[in-house]
């Protein structure tokens, strides 16, 4: 019931801000937690940062603990992630999902979007 699509990735140098937002549609958009995940290539798939379904919990990968804010406006449907003080080891391709909370998100989310690029230069 929700479909995920992501915008606001590119290039960037480092040391640079991006803001990555993703657009839900679906009837019940309000009750999953969302979250962040990117995939380097060569690498494994890994959690980057998640948000409860009410925005009173928020997770963070330690790699982007300080840099990185995850936020959502239920009454746009929007989660957003804003990027401050990128390195280049932040390029990845980007991925919004939701799930029942944030832990069985981590695990296996019931929805994914289908990713935007971040590159980061040196």
């Known amino acids: 019931q929700v479909q995920l699509v992501e915008s606001g990735g590119g290039l960037v140098q480092a040391g640079g801000s991006l803001r990555l937002s993703c657009a839900a549609s679906?009837?019940?958009?309000?009750?999953?937690?969302m979250g962040w995940f990117r995939q380097a290539p060569g690498k494994e798939r890994e959690f980057v940062a998640g948000?409860?379904?009410?925005?009173?919990?928020?997770s963070y990968a330690d790699s982007v603990k300080g840099r990185f804010t995850i936020s959502r406006d239920n009454a746009k449907n929007t989660v957003n992630l804003q990027m401050n003080s990128l390195k280049s080891e932040d390029t990845a391709g980007y991925y919004c999902?939701?799930?029942?909370?944030?832990?069985?998100?981590?695990?296996?989310?019931?929805?994914w979007g289908r990713g935007t690029q971040v590159t980061v230069s040196s």
């Open positions: 679906g009837r019940t958009f309000s009750n999953y937690a």
């Open positions: 999902a939701a799930g029942k909370n944030i832990a069985t998100m981590r695990l296996a989310a019931a929805y």
């Open positions: 948000i409860s379904w009410s925005g009173a919990i928020r």
